[in-house]
T-cell receptor, first 118, second 110 residues
Framework: GAVVSQHPSWVICKSGTSVKIECRSL??????MFWYRQFPKQSLMLMAT?????????EQGVEKDKFLINHASLTLSTLTVTSAHPEDSSFYIC??????????????FGPGTRLTVL | GEDVEQSLFLSVREGDSSVINCTYT??????LYWYKQEPGAGLQLLTY?????DMKQDQRLTVLLNKKDKHLSLRIADTQTGDSAIYFC??????????FGAGTRLFVKA
């Protein structure tokens, strides 16, 4: 159990266009979903945290108008990169968390989406 | 501040033990995690330890936590070529916020 999927797994787009990335928890209800960005050979940078039905909380330095996050249901969150530019090219990873009996609040990660903006 | 540091590279021979070290700065961390990332993939949770524990063993994996020194280590016994990956140390610092290290690239030589 605890599988998280992302779609698409990779996307190439032209500069100025918008790209939507989906994150789904397949076999559990995710109370909270997270969006990370990972640069080559670097760690994950948390972009935002979203709870179902409420607005996402963005980390400092992350433009909320550029990276739109919607968490419409307990199994789906979307990240839309608006007016994408080459510097937005990166590996975007989502994770989801659920309450467990032992309450580790473990995050389960999706496989990531590689975005390349030309 | 919140910071997690780990060495960037480790090379071992197949069958040997691997030890990956990590230091963190936030003393209020509740959980500490080890994740594995294979090329082009997301992160896979390997194991975690609660901050009031000092050791946890799970099959080939042993986690040691020295809370006084804010030092965490992951030992992989009988390392196999399939263990080659990037290993991330992470700490939960409050609520759901998790801080990740830069990752240690483990290379296993046959």
């Amino acid at each position: 159990g605890a599988v998280v999927s992302q779609h698409p797994s990779w996307v190439i787009c032209k500069s100025g266009t918008s790209v939507k990335i989906e994150c789904r928890s397949l076999d559990f209800q995710a109370t909270t979903m997270f969006w990370y960005r990972q640069f080559p050979k670097q760690s994950l940078m948390l972009m935002a945290t979203s709870n179902e039905g409420s607005k996402a909380t963005y980390e400092q330095g992350v433009e909320k108008d550029k990276f739109l996050i919607n968490h419409a249901s307990l199994t789906l969150s979307t990240l839309t990169v608006t007016s994408a530019h080459p510097e937005d090219s990166s590996f975007y990873i989502c994770s989801a968390s659920r309450r467990q009996a032992e309450s580790t609040d473990t995050q389960y990660f999706g496989p990531g989406t590689r975005l390349t903006v030309l | 501040g919140e910071d997690v540091e780990q060495s960037l590279f480790l090379s071992v021979r197949e069958g040997d033990s691997s030890v990956i070290n990590c230091t963190y700065t936030d003393s209020s961390s509740t959980y500490l995690y080890w994740y594995k990332q294979e090329p082009g993939a997301g992160l896979q949770l390997l194991t975690y330890i609660f901050s009031n524990m000092d050791m946890k063993q799970d099959q080939r994996l042993t986690v040691l936590l020295n809370k006084k020194d804010k030092h965490l280590s992951l030992r992989i016994a009988d390392t196999q070529t399939g263990d080659s990956a990037i290993y991330f140390c992470a700490e939960r610092v409050g609520g759901f916020k998790t801080i990740f290290g830069a990752g240690t690239r483990l290379f296993v030589k046959a």
